[in-house]
Structure formats: structure tokens, C-alpha cells
DNA sequence: CGGGATCCCAAGCGATACTG
DNA sequence: CAGTATCGCTTGGGATCCCG
């Protein structure tokens, strides 16, 4: 029979037809690295190391063509997420929390990008708790990434300030005090036991040190339920 | 060098690290399906009926292998989930309520399966708003499926009520009032119109029929911001 | 008969080279 | 810089076959 579409999930429903348009290789992390704006060809392929040429171009023709992005008109070779692709932050967010939650180390030759660690900051931060603090500027430094999250009013800018960042066209939160910086490092093999709510790794470069413990409940992933030391495994 | 894995994305970070555990084609609808509850080979393969029964065995290895399911010990041919897999729901949600968004119709053929109603009713389900209502059973039948949907106290507990259900072990949300009971149909291709607040596809079969707005209320997917009338969408 | 394992072929993926 | 073209390898798809 012809009616027989090839590679479909032959399945009627959101997760069938969400993986049908976002599950390829590749494509999430596309999305994880425009969330964080609009990026040329160029800057995609520097975020994804691994990633061959002619799959990028073909993961991007296929976004375009599900509507999750399109080019910009002014840029050569610049893409963004459409308002279709800008409602996958939560799937993205979701992707985030759980992987860090997932056990496994880095490989090395892992790369560590600014837009990676940006979409962790977003999936740790706690609205509801920042709403509390003054503003606050965090400069963190992790392998390779530096950004600058800047937490105001319950609400949370993150941007890169490496040494080959792109330009930030949008207007950002300002901190109300200058005196609410802090700057810090953090190997990356430590990430998780940040998240986790231990700070300790954590080495302050500048600023108020009091702010660690600002940093550490204003990010902070919750523990799987049911994840405690008890962990449930089977033998392979 | 023989330290580069194959196949890895040369990415450390949540997104990718989750999407190198369930990110393979088919996984993420394994894991929806087995979100209901343990289901046996010869389940999973009917809820999937175009997965290659060799890949779906792959799946099942490299899940285990993951952390994410386990062997049911009592049961031949038996899976569940553990804890990191029942942590996967958020993301699983998150894909249902973007697929839903996504415009994209029924390919004749697809199959539409209680556990897919399940996920679907489950994303769509508004905890806050149920809270405020009595204790009410909904018996839907879209497609082959048909479900039986109780709410009560802002919980949610839909099982499956189809000629081949399974019997379900563990205990239920009981209706406070009996008469609270709506049993209604929809054709799947209205699915969509139905969970974006339109009630008037649903054909009411017996119960009291003011219970449609209470169902209406009850189970709402937001459309995605931006995504009015002007839409935006680039030519190919 | 349910629960898989084994084939073969097609399609997707990865690395490199090449072009506008 | 932004892709396209090509090639070999790996994976998925479909049918069949085996085992308890």
C-alpha cells in the first residue's frame, strides 16, 4: 500500500507529533542554543562541535519547514526560533532539569558553551525565591562559559560575556546596587553539586561573598522524588 | 584517539546529556506509554504498532541500561519505570502540550491509544481549577480509546476502560457523588478544537450535560503566545 | 502463543571535500 | 561564511524465524 507514510510514528497524539518535528538528532540542541537569540550558521556549528555540516543544514531546513524557526532577513546565514519554536522553552527547560538529575559524567572533549550554561541557570532559577533578594549580578565562570545572569524582581537575564560574545541588541534588567555583584568560578565536574545546593565548590573571584548563599537558593535543582540513597537499580 | 565516544554530542550540559538517554527514535513514546503504568512487551508493541519489534527491544535494553526502566521481576516481559524514569513526566508533558500546539493533522492509519488520551488529558489537566469543583468521573471515548477520567480535590486519575484494559492494581480516586458523571465522545479530529476550550464538538452520551463546561474548564490547553491570528510563518 | 532474535534493505548519520 | 556534494558507515524498518 502507498498510503503508508515512510518514518512516521503511525501514532496520533502531542509526544507523536512533537518528536516527529523537534526528536531528530541534533535538533533540540539547535533550539536550546537559539533560545538563547537569534545565531548565524556559524556561531550554531562553534556551539555544536560534533555536528556535521550538511546535518546542520538539514536539521535547519527541517525546523524551518515545521515552523519551529526562521532566517533573519537582515543577517546572511542568521536564524530564530519562531513563536511556534519559542514554545518549546519548556520542553527544553524539562530536557535540562532531568538530564542534570540522570547520572553520568563528562566525556572528555565535551565542551562546555555559554549557551548551555544559560539555559541551566534559567532551569535552576527559582522565580519565587529571587523575587525576594535585591537585585543581583552573578558573573559565573564555568569551563570555557562566562555569563553574566542578572536576577531582579523575580526575574532573570542571562547573557554571555566570553570573549567572542555576540553583541546584545535587547535591553537588559539593571542592578539596582552595584554593590550586589558577585563574580565566581566553577569547575565544571562540580556543576551538579552546585545545582544540587552545595556551594562549597564554588570559588569567589569578587564581590560580597554573603551573595553565595543568594547564588545557592536563587539556582538549585529539587532531587527526583524517590532518588534518595536507596537507589533503586537493576543488575545489567 | 580512541577516547571519542561515537555518537556523543561533544556537549556537556542537561539538554544534551538527556537527549543521549531518551532522545532515540521511539524512546520518549515508551516511556509516555509506560507513565500509565508497568505494561508488558506485547503491550508496548500494541500501543506502537509501527515499531520494528527489533528496535523496541533495542529501546527496552538501552533504557534499562540508562536507569530509566526496569524488568517487572513477577511479570514476563514486564516494565516499569523507576524514579529517574517517572522524572522524565515534566518533559513528557512538555512535549504533549507543545505537539498539541503544532499545527499537523492525522495521517490516516495512526492509531490513537488510551495511553496517549491518558498523557493528553493529563497535560491538559488544570489542578487549580479542579480543586474548586466536586469530585466528577468523565467516561471518554475519542477514537478506539476510551478512558474513564476522575477527578477530585485538584487530582487527576484517568484509566483505561477499553475492551483489552488492563486491570489496574492500584487504588482509585473514588467519586464523592455518583451523580457527577459524564460520558461523552469526540471524534479525534476535533481533539484539538475540544482542548483549546471549544466544547461544542463533544457529543454527550449520558450524564448531566452542565458537566461539559465543568469539563471544558477542567482540561485547557493555553495556545502559545504569539501564535494569533497574524501568523507568522516563512516561505519555503 | 508471547517474547524476543536474525536477516536484508533503505534511510539517516558522520567526515571530508568542494563551491557560490 | 554559508552552505552543497559525495562517500562509507551506522541505524531504523519490515519480515521472518527461533525459543521457552
Aim: aromatic share 6%; hydrophobic share 45%; net charge negative.
Amino acid at each position: 500500500m502507498a498510503t503508508r507514510s515512510p518514518r512516521g510514528f503511525g501514532q496520533y497524539g502531542g509526544v507523536a507529533r512533537a518528536v516527529e518535528r523537534v526528536g531528530e538528532r541534533w535538533a533540540l540542541l539547535i533550539v536550546r542554543d537559539l533560545l538563547a537569540g537569534a545565531r548565524r550558521y556559524s556561531d550554531l556549528k562553534a556551539g555544536l562541535p560534533r555536528i556535521p555540516t550538511n546535518i546542520l543544514s538539514d536539521r535547519l531546513k527541517e525546523l524551518q519547514l515545521a515552523g519551529v524557526i526562521r532566517r533573519v532577513p537582515t543577517v546572511r546565514g542568521g536564524y530564530e526560533l519562531t513563536a511556534l519554536g519559542r514554545g518549546l522553552e519548556p520542553v527544553v527547560l524539562a530536557l535540562e532539569r532531568w538530564g542534570w538529575a540522570a547520572p553520568g559524567d563528562a566525556a572528555d572533549g565535551d565542551v562546555f558553551t555559554a549557551d548551555a550554561l544559560g539555559i541551566t541557570l534559567r532551569a535552576a532559577f527559582r522565580s519565587d525565591v529571587a523575587a525576594a533578594f535585591p537585585p543581583t549580578e552573578y558573573l559565573l565562570h564555568a569551563g570555557e562559559a562566562s555569563v553574566s545572569a542578572v536576577v531582579a524582581g523575580g526575574a532573570l537575564d542571562v547573557m554571555d560575556v566570553g570573549p567572542d560574545a555576540l553583541p546584545q541588541p535587547q535591553g537588559r534588567l539593571s542592578v539596582g546596587s552595584t554593590e550586589d555583584v558577585l563574580e565566581f568560578q566553577v569547575a565544571v565536574a562540580d556543576l551538579d553539586r552546585l545545582l544540587g545546593g552545595d556551594v562549597s565548590p564554588l570559588e569567589v573571584l569578587a564581590g560580597r561573598s554573603e551573595l553565595v548563599e543568594r547564588f545557592g537558593s536563587t539556582f538549585r535543582f529539587d532531587p527526583l522524588p524517590g532518588m534518595g540513597v536507596d537507589a533503586e537499580r537493576s543488575a545489567a
